[in-house]
């Protein structure tokens, strides 16, 4: 007998309230190692079958699409928790710490789907959700740490300042 598998590139999308289809699932939630909740709007991972590998994915999971729920479904989820729960809020809002996620994550799916013939090109993750009250807060930190700066640059300034009249100062007493 004779098999088809699809080889091409496939997106594996976690989005909305409620599963649509093998390739189309709920959004996903993380906790935060400090408690909070997060959520990607919309994660994509493309991914594809090794044709090498066909023989493994049969008898893995049969012929037709079963592989995307036996495998893809099965470990994505669990590992980008994993990965992105390692991190507290404010870390994962940062996009160095947010890209790491994404590396480990994709190098962890690749080690566990890689026995069953599949491969992650991808995993492309925008910026993470908070909740409204956690999202205020985040925007009230960034405005006060700007306003922190400001106050910096106007205390040098003033400082500055001082140091050129007490040197006019100076020079006219030495006049």
Known sequence: ????FDKSPQDFTMEGEKDRGPNNVRQLTVRAKDGSNFWFE????QYQLLPSQAHIILDDSG????????WIRTYA????????GKYSASEVADTSTHDIAKQTATLRLNAA????GIHVIEIITPKPQFEADYEK??????????EVEKLKMQKEQLLR?????????????AT
């Open 1 to 4: 007998q004779a098999f088809k």
């Open 42 to 45: 919309t994660l994509r991972i």
């Open 63 to 70: 012929d037709g699409i079963s592989f995307k729920q036996n």
């Open 77 to 84: 989820r669990s590992i980008l928790r994993d990965e992105f």
């Open 113 to 116: 789907l890689k026995p069953h």
């Open 137 to 146: 807060a985040i925007e009230d930190r960034k405005v006060a740490n700007q």
């Open 161 to 173: 300042e001082r140091d050129r009249r007490v040197a006019n100062i100076e020079r006219d007493k």
